[in-house]
């Protein structure tokens, strides 16, 4: 015979179903705020007046061509509307489209796997609430032969590394908050670590600045750089784009600051400077 259950217990069950229910079906607008912390918006928005977000356009220039951000509204056509959570999960994870091809590592999934499940259902939520878009997402202009996507799985298994954020057990939740945030939903190191002739990521330069070609550069993180610059100063250029002194950010870490940096909340600013105040400071990129 089943046990009956009381008033109270019955509420609680019936309150750890709905949990256990929205929990699966994601949050939209926690994942809002999980787009920001990505930068969703910066690499998946054309750069004009008036573009829609998310729909896609958006040129990023490399040594290898010019790739283009797609649309990843929920146009069934145009955007991601056919996909389902899991081809959204295994684009993030895998750095895989739907139809198994592999993604090009300009869409920073080498990152982006460490993304935990929760988060990735999240942002799967707030992604199918967008308007749709009927812009249909620009082909890479790539130089020969880096426009074949078959000789990528090499690339994977010299440079990529699949699997969800672990916490360092020696370093405090706070600094662990701090490298999720730059690690994964961040990808910091897409641009501020230096990658050698093939595109893969210095590991042993890990967010020492890099060189990013048409004679920009991105800036050191480590402590060699920040240990001049206290604390607030880094949350204050993080939320404004401008320096103690009066600097204000170059163009592309203006953007990121706008759309990403002085979106998240003090409690996540405060992890952010925490982890780059723990790496070992390494030298500048040489010039």
Not at 111 to 140: G, M
């Given at each position: 015979m089943?046990?009956?259950?009381g008033?109270a217990?019955a ?12 929990a699966q079906?994601g949050?939209?607008q926690?994942?809002?705020y999980?787009s ?5 918006v910066g690499c998946?928005?054309?750069a004009r ?14 040594p290898?061509?010019t ?8 146009h069934r ?7 389902t959570?899991?081809?959204f999960a295994?684009a993030?994870?895998?750095g895989?489209?739907?139809d ?8 920073p999934?080498p990152s982006f ?5 929760q988060d990735v ?5 707030y992604l199918?609430t967008l308007p749709?878009s009927?812009r249909q ?11 074949w ?12 590394s699949?699997?969800a954020f672990?916490?360092d057990p ?8 701090g490298?999720?945030l730059?690690?994964?939903l ?7 670590t230096?990658?050698?002739f093939l595109g ?8 020492a ?5 048409e004679g ?6 480590t ?5 001049k610059?206290?604390d607030?100063?880094i949350k204050?250029f993080?939320?404004?784009g401008?320096t103690?002194d009066?600097d204000v ?11 990403t940096?002085s979106?998240?909340?003090p409690?996540?600013?405060?992890a952010v ?5 723990s790496l ?6 040489p010039k």
């Amino acid at each position: 015979m089943l046990p009956v259950l009381g008033p109270a217990a019955a509420g609680l069950l019936l309150l750890g179903c709905a949990w256990a229910v929205l929990a699966q079906q994601g949050d939209a607008q926690r994942g809002q705020y999980l787009s920001k912390a990505a930068g969703c918006v910066g690499c998946n928005t054309e750069a004009r007046d008036n573009a829609q977000p998310y729909a896609g356009g958006r040129a990023l220039k490399t040594p290898f061509g010019t790739f283009y951000g797609p649309n990843i509204t929920p146009h069934r056509e145009a955007g991601i509307g056919r996909w389902t959570e899991p081809d959204f999960a295994r684009a993030l994870r895998e750095g895989r489209r739907p139809d198994g091809a592999h993604y090009f590592p300009a869409f920073p999934y080498p990152s982006f796997t460490r993304i935990n499940d929760q988060d990735v259902r999240d942002l799967w939520a707030y992604l199918r609430t967008l308007p749709p878009s009927s812009r249909q997402s620009e082909p890479h202009d790539l130089k020969f032969p880096f426009g074949w996507r078959w000789p990528l799985w090499v690339w994977k298994l010299l440079f990529f590394s699949a699997g969800a954020f672990t916490p360092d057990p020696s370093e405090s939740v706070v600094v662990n908050r701090g490298s999720y945030l730059v690690n994964a939903l961040g990808h910091c190191g897409e641009c501020h670590t230096p990658r050698n002739f093939l595109g893969g990521m210095k590991r042993s330069r890990h967010l020492a600045g890099a060189k990013l070609g048409e004679g920009t550069s991105s800036s050191n993180l480590t402590p060699t750089r920040l240990k001049k610059k206290s604390d607030a100063e880094i949350k204050d250029f993080l939320q404004t784009g401008m320096t103690p002194d009066g600097d204000v950010a170059a163009e592309s870490m203006a953007e990121v600051v706008r759309n990403t940096t002085s979106q998240l909340t003090p409690a996540d600013l405060d992890a952010v400077v925490a982890y780059l105040r723990s790496l070992p400071p390494l030298p500048d990129e040489p010039k």
